[in-house]
Structures are given as structure tokens and as C-alpha cells.
């Protein structure tokens, strides 16, 4: 049954934001197929709703920023699964194990108690979701670039790339609704369930990779890896295969990341000389909301700038896998110049819908 949502202001601040934040995130987690999370979610709202003293807790209840736009309830969700993937919290098993009949917020309000101190980091930053599946979304935007004739090499910056998972695309083999592209069998390899005709079928290469992030992890690092794991929905045992599979290639070849700030990061390498021939393409996936609305605005600005001056043998796209906030579904949104109906502004096709980890594509490209 599909569960509703609270209607919420994305940049909406204050305590009513703080519970319609967990609750939307109770919803969106159960409409996703992932009850672990959604218990933990709302056993987590409880707690805040109550006045059991915690610094916790309390930095929660008096969150000073938007708790949807900063993705608050993964942020706690994540040190408490943390926790239990370090078996340092034996009580929040069966939470973990979907047991029934289990007196959720209290298990969660004791673990508070005991751990205050540990769980507090893990507010300090947005979750790193970096998920391998994503990619097979950007694939399949450049399959369409090809069709709509730009050429099928294909230069890609990432923004919020955390490790750099989607960095290596290039090295995964993806089966999309029949069409197959990448090296087989490839580091991991990815057949989303394919909703609609199937894409455009090109011979397309990735010549090379760039991303950045303010706070870069290293899949090498047995504790930065651990981290990342820590914000990977419990439900999803595919995707932790899958950054064991990321882990193993990036110690063949670490991806390239940089530290930096996105707007910073896009217009460096918008600056840098174009090979002709060569698409030059921005990715992003569920990164656009911990974005500030001054940083959107200027990658934004550099990107329209620098399609203005594209042109045929050095085109420019962008291609977006983010939460359309109206109707609480992603898309797969692409922009590209110049091209065929000579619109200067790059006009935003909708190519898909797509479930956040990959698992469905419904293309209307």
C-alpha cells in the first residue's frame, strides 16, 4: 500500500519541519520497499517527539536547517546502522532482522542513551549515497545524446561524487531493456528492470572521468568504506555486493576525485580546452537538494554560459538522476547544446523515471 506524503517546503526550517521530514521519510522508505529502514526512521521521529534528555536527539529538535533539503533522517539512520554493522549494539537486531513485535523507539532510545556521544558525528554531514546503480541511468542519457547527434566519445565531470562509484562506469556492463554496452563481464554488471521501449543502441566510449566532492571517501580505507555501507538501506543486499565490487576496482585504479566544492569544481573544468569531437558531460545523481541555492545557481550559470558557446564538434550536456519534489519521484532530466530544435537555452528533456538505486528504469526518452 502506497503510503502518503505530509506536504512540505523543501527549505521549510523549525520542529514541524523536523516531523514531517521523518515522516515523509517513514513513507518514502516504505513506498521504496524498505520497511528496516522505514521502522528505524520512525522509531527514531518518536524519540524526538518525546523529552528523553539526549545531545542527540536535542540537535535534532533544534535543527537551525531545512531537515528535508539536509536529508536528517538519514543522516541519524546511518549512525545507527552503523552500530549494527559493527555489532556494537546487539539490541537493534531485530529491528534489523524485521522481527515483529518489537517496542521499536524504545530499542532505539536505549542504544541513544548508551552511545549520545558516538551518534552525534553523524549529523554533522549529508549521507554519502554514492550507488553504483545509478550509473546505468547516465549510460543511457548518453545512448540518447548520441542519437540526437553528439559525438559518442564522452568526456564526464561528476559532482558529489563521494568515492567516485559512478566515476568508473566506464568499467561496468549494462543490460538496458535488451541494448548492451560496456565491457562484459565488467566490474559490476547492471539489468535494471527496463520499463518502455529500450533506449537508442550507439557505440558509445567514455575517454575519461573527473568528480568532486567536499568530503571525498576513500573505498580503500576499510573505515571510510564502513561509513559508506552505513547509509546503504539494510534491505538492499545487492548494493552492498556492489561496493565490495567498487572496493576491488578502485584498488586497481582509484577513481579521479578532487575536494571541492561543486560550483568551484564545474567552473574550473568548464574553463579547460575542449578536444573537438569529444561530448564534454556534467553528471549528478540525488545531489542536487545538499546543494546550496547560491552554488545551483552558479553551476547553473556557467553551464548555460558554456553551452551558448558549444557547438557541434564540442557540444556540452547535463544530465540529472534527481527527486522531482512535487511528485516525490526521480527523473532522469537531460540538457544538451547546441541541438536539433536550436533552442540556446538547452531546454530539460524528462528521458525517465527511475527508482534512486538503479533497481527500474521507466524510459520515455
Known amino acids: 500500500m502506497t503510503q502518503k506524503y505530509m506536504p512540505i ?3 521549510a526550517t523549525g520542529r514541524d519541519a523536523v516531523t514531517t521530514a521523518f515522516a515523509n521519510q517513514v513513507a518514502y522508505c516504505q513506498n521504496s520497499g524498505a520497511p528496516v529502514t522505514a521502522r528505524i526512521c520512525a522509531a527514531l521521529g518518536a524519540c524526538i517527539a518525546g523529552d528523553m534528555p539526549s545531545r542527540f536527539l536535542q540537535a535534532m529538535r533544534d535543527w537551525a536547517g531545512a531537515p528535508l533539503a539536509d536529508a536528517l533522517p538519514l543522516r541519524a539512520a546511518g549512525g545507527l546502522h552503523a552500530l549494527h554493522l559493527a555489532g556494537a549494539e546487539a539490541r ?7 522481527a515483529p513485535g518489537v517496542a521499536d523507539a524504545a530499542i532505539v532510545a536505549a542504544v ?8 552525534m558525528p553523524w549529523l554533522d554531514g549529508p549521507p554519502q549515497t554514492n550507488e553504483a546503480g545509478r550509473s546505468a541511468n547516465f549510460i543511457a542519457a548518453m545512448l540518447w545524446l548520441a542519437d540526437q547527434g553528439l559525438p559518442p566519445l564522452f568526456s564526464c565531470l561528476e559532482i558529489g561524487s563521494s568515492a567516485g562509484i559512478n566515476l568508473m562506469l566506464a568499467r561496468y556492463h549494462y543490460n538496458l531493456g535488451g541494448v548492451q554496452v560496456g565491457p562484459e563481464p565488467g566490474a559490476i554488471a547492471f539489468a535494471p528492470e527496463w520499463q518502455g521501449p529500450p533506449p537508442p543502441d550507439h557505440a558509445i566510449r567514455i575517454i575519461d572521468t573527473i568528480g568532486c566532492d567536499v568530503a571525498p571517501v576513500d573505498l580503500t580505507d576499510p573505515a571510510q568504506a564502513m561509513r559508506l555501507k552505513a547509509y546503504v538501506w ?3 543486499k545487492v548494493r552492498f555486493a556492489r561496493i565490495d565490487a567498487a572496493i576491488a576496482a578502485a584498488t586497481q585504479q582509484p577513481p579521479q576525485i578532487v575536494e571541492m566544492a561543486a560550483a568551484d ?19 549528478h545523481s540525488i545531489v542536487w537538494q545538499y546543494v546550496g541555492a547560491a552554488e545551483q545557481a552558479r553551476i547553473t550559470a556557467a553551464m548555460e554560459a558554456a553551452g551558448a558557446a558549444a557547438s ?4 556540452l550536456a547535463w544530465v540529472a538522476v534527481e527527486a522531482n519534489r512535487d511528485t516525490h519521484v526521480h527523473e532522469l532530466v537531460v540538457r544538451h547544446w547546441p541541438n536539433a530544435a536550436g533552442d540556446a537555452a538547452g531546454a530539460p528533456a524528462t528521458l525517465a523515471t527511475a527508482h534512486p538505486h538503479g533497481a527500474v528504469v521507466s524510459w520515455l526518452g
Open 9 to 11: 517546503d523543501i527549505n
Open 312 to 315: 557541434a564538434d564540442r557540444p
Open 112 to 119: 541513544i542513551a548508551d552511545h549520545d556521544d558516538i551518534l
Open 92 to 98: 537493534l537486531a531485530p529491528i534489523y532482522a524485521d
Open 265 to 283: 569544481f564545474v567552473e574550473q573544468q568548464l574553463a579547460k580546452p575542449q578536444a573537438a569531437g569529444v561530448s564534454r558531460i556534467l553528471l
Open 234 to 236: 539494510p534491505e538492499h
